[in-house]
């Protein structure tokens, strides 16, 4: 797969939500506030926060989305989250982007070959 969609469900992370803050110019927007500790995400030094995730095969793909992407974490974060009543959360999907097969395929010179020869 050269390239790839990603839908990325940010509200799936674990405590999620929507919430209208404002922003530095004064107006308010609505932003996704996705609680960190209980994701096990961490900021770094220059406020950086980083998912890692696995990215599996899908058994049977839906609508094309042959991969689902799921949070990545330490076996003892993940026994936490079952204690809690929680799992790692899904985070989305993965297909081949079709425009670009289209594109390839549109570019691409067909040549017929005789076989009598």
């Given at each position: 797969m050269d390239k790839a969609i990603l839908k990325f469900k940010l509200t799936n992370f674990i405590g999620a939500f929507i919430?209208?803050?404002?922003?530095?110019?004064?107006?308010?927007?609505?932003?996704?506030?996705?609680?960190?500790?209980r994701n096990n995400l961490k900021k770094t030094h220059n406020n950086t926060v980083s998912a890692y995730c696995f990215v599996n095969q899908s058994k049977i793909p839906l609508d094309g989305w042959t991969h689902y992407i799921q949070l990545k974490a330490a076996i003892d974060f993940?026994?936490?989250l079952n204690v809690s009543g929680y799992r790692l959360p899904y985070l989305g999907n993965i297909k081949q982007d079709e425009t670009m097969i289209d594109n390839v395929?549109?570019?691409?010179?067909y040549v017929r070959v005789s076989r009598d020869g």
């Open positions: 919430s209208e803050i404002e922003n530095a110019e004064g107006n308010i927007e609505e932003c996704v506030c996705i609680p960190l500790n993940v026994k936490k395929q549109s570019k691409n010179k």
